[in-house]
């Protein structure tokens, strides 16, 4: 028996299309013959071209992808994965998300990490993966649930947002140092306000008594000069408000 794969054309119309072709030698009345079995698999080559497209793709992918399955187990990694985390693939195969995830333990995944996913269907997760080094690198995850050999797996792609995190914690840093400057400047016009009106007050009591003592005997410029004074003290105050 010989197989093998070929192309054959209907004479009619001319159109190729792919076959599988078996060949077994049979004897009949003391001759042989050759008996050829032909089966249309174009059907099956073009689902055959599409999953190696979807591999390739997948494989290529820049985003690191895992394949898990219900007992959290790998089964397969694209290359952008391994790179990520520093272990072969045949490493990873041996190993869970346990080991790479410190937050989804053995019991958190078959209590509440696994049944959320089947629930859901699809999950953004912010957790941390640790590389074969030992560094903690901060990820984001989209886990997804699909069919695979009759059972439920998890597509997970993750993006490393180390720089996200790193962003983010100098936004806020930037934040807390204009709350820090905000509250300084509060308090430095707070104690201006204080340091200002407390001698423009003192100013204006004590010319208040010193005109009150002289009574109506005070002469026509001196009247000027306390109404000067009074109204230079009282606009400055109205100055420190307005800037307060």
Do not use: C
Request: hydrophobic residues 40%; without cysteine.
């Amino acid at each position: 028996t010989f197989r093998f794969e070929w192309e054959a054309m209907r004479p009619a119309d001319k159109f190729v299309f792919d076959v599988e072709v078996f060949l077994s030698r049979i004897t009949l009345d003391s001759k042989n013959y050759i008996l050829a079995n032909v089966r249309d698999i174009s059907e099956q080559k073009e689902a055959q071209r599409k999953l190696l497209m979807n591999q390739r793709a997948v494989e290529l992918n820049a985003s690191p992808i895992f394949w898990i399955n219900s007992n959290a187990k790998f089964i397969y990694a694209n290359k952008s994965a391994i790179n990520q985390l520093g272990f072969s693939l045949d490493d990873l195969l041996e190993m869970t998300v346990h080991d790479i995830d410190p937050v989804w333990t053995e019991e958190f995944w078959k209590n509440e990490g696994f049944p959320l996913l089947q629930n859901k269907k699809v999950a953004n997760i912010e957790s941390a993966h640790i590389t074969k080094e030992g560094k903690k690198l901060p990820v984001e995850i989209n886990a997804s649930i699909m069919e695979y050999e009759n059972e439920e797996i998890i597509i997970a792609i993750v993006t490393d947002i180390t720089e996200r995190r790193r962003n983010a914690e100098s936004l806020i840093e930037a934040k807390e140092k204009a709350e820090q400057s905000d509250r300084l400047k509060s308090e430095f016009l707070a104690g201006m306000s204080h340091e200002i009106r407390t001698p423009i007050n003192t100013i204006l009591n004590f010319i208040s008594l010193i005109r009150s003592d002289l009574g109506e005997d005070i002469s026509e410029d001196m009247k000027s000069s306390f109404d000067m004074i009074d109204s230079g003290s009282r606009r400055l105050i109205r100055t420190i408000d307005s800037i307060l």
